[in-house]
RNA sequence: GGGCCGUUAGCUCAGUGGUAGAGCACCUGACUUUUAAUCAGGGUGUCGUGGGUUCGACCCCCACACGGCUCACCA
């Protein structure tokens, strides 16, 4: 039985074994070309520009990605990583070689040398003077007018997605300028770019569920980290007074439009700086990545424009859940009585084994977050929520703790960090304690080398972590998280 | 995990309880300035998988797989 696609494959392997018997080598070890193809157009435009009649050839290479034929001339559009150039071939020019362009095809690489020109309709051109492939390829590639629309392709073959979409191209490209912003950014703060351990005795520093690997050698379990914080922090105890680190974190949960189960996390702590300082450095980094990626301080997404100019609203959280749920959360500090509160105020699916943190927590992704659309901080958080975050001095049930949301999405999540080491302590214990009674495996864990580490002391510090991934999704109006990953997850086939 | 939707040629998509369709791509031929080239001819399919109903299933039913959206979960 023959499908359709190895009838495909079976003509090209036919041209495979034609361009072999010629005693050309279809996959030849190195080419030397002379211009990337956005620099051969540059050099041509350049010269034009001078008045300079006979431009020098070029020899360029690229992958074909149309093909038409005239019979004793054809053009083809070949591309390589910066940008696309038609070729003019001609069988007065070119003799004898001109027939086994019969045995390209479209995907395929060539090299080409030849003179620059415009031909009538003004398109810059090579007129191929040679030309040597440089790989066959042996299966079709998707249709050159749609592109592949199938989503689950798109993510399983990323490289198809990626030679037929523009579009996409241009998400991982601003993706890539993004975080190379975000370095400049911070290294021109004075900030220490650092790498901390992704494989942790414990997966301490947020609440997430970790993944479980083992070390044979040492014969132990192993957690990937959920979160960056602890590791930095030892750094600043350590006499590093400013680091950051960009780096993968893993967390055993859901997969969503908003969550990858590996994601892109940047944390930075600052000594002597507090939540205040944080926010105003959160402030002028996102914006002037913006300003770098998008030339603008608004981006367009989900249909609205969002300014990112600075400043941006601050909000306390007990206003905030106030103005949007009417509830004050303050006034309800038992889980029992909090539960009663929302489900007075509508909420379904409030779950009996939630503690209160929790609980409030629901409160605030239910009413708060997706009213949240233009950049704005919430700060001041119960210190159920956050066992990591120093306590206001003027009101020691809260925290100096801040999260940014932008297009209702949480992009960052800041706090003053606690640094005394008896009470960090006490919180570990109190998480414990919960994880205990309420059976949940994201509640944050004891980690007592990095306790050991705080009491030889840490100095007052302001630390942050933002969602790269959600930052790029902002910048490029995506609205899932897939769409901003290159590989995200998927069920293995 | 629940609900809804989807899965047909390499790609993008139509389609009917009774022989499986189009465009692009591909193959053959024509063509020396094309731009999704054009013109003439060609058809290369496990209709996601497995059951069931039926004289007959791509279509109807059930289960499963994968994906999307959404709720739950998750900062």
Redo the contacts with the bound molecule.
Sequence with gaps: ?????E??QE?RLAKLDRIRSRKVDPYPSRYQRTHQISEAIALFEQQEKAGIAEAPPVTVAGRII????????S?MDIRDGSGKI?L?F???KLGEEYQFLADL??GDFIGVTGKLWR???K?I?VQASGWVLLSKSLL?L????????????R?RQRYLDLLTSEEVRNIFRTRSRAISSLRRFLDGRGFLEVETPVLQAVAAG???KPFVTHHEALDRDLYLRIALELYLKRLIIGGMDKVYEIGRVF?N??I????NPEFTMLETYEAYADYNAVMKMVEEMVSTVAQDVLGAMKAGFAGTTIDLTPPWPRMTLREATLKYSGIDFEEHPEATDLRQQMLAHGMA?V?EKMSWG?LL??VV??FVEPKLIQPTFLMD?PVE??PLAKRKPDNPKLVERFELFVGGI?MA?SFTELNDPMEQRQRFLQQEKERAAYG?E?TDRLDNDFLLAMEHGMPPTGGLGVGVDRLVMLLTDQQ?I?EVILFPQ??T?
């Design positions: 039985m023959t499908t359709r696609k009838y495909i003509q149309a093909s038409r034929d005239m019979g004793k001339a053009f038609q003019f001609s069988k007065d095809d479209l031909t009538r309709t398109e051109t079709p998707p249709d050159k007018w749609h592109g592949l629309t199938d989503v689950e392709k993510y947020a609440m997430a967390r949960e859901g969503s439009t908003k969550h699916g779950d929790r927590d629901q992704s239910t958080y929520m956050s949480e999540n949940d994201e899932s897939r998927l069920r086939v």
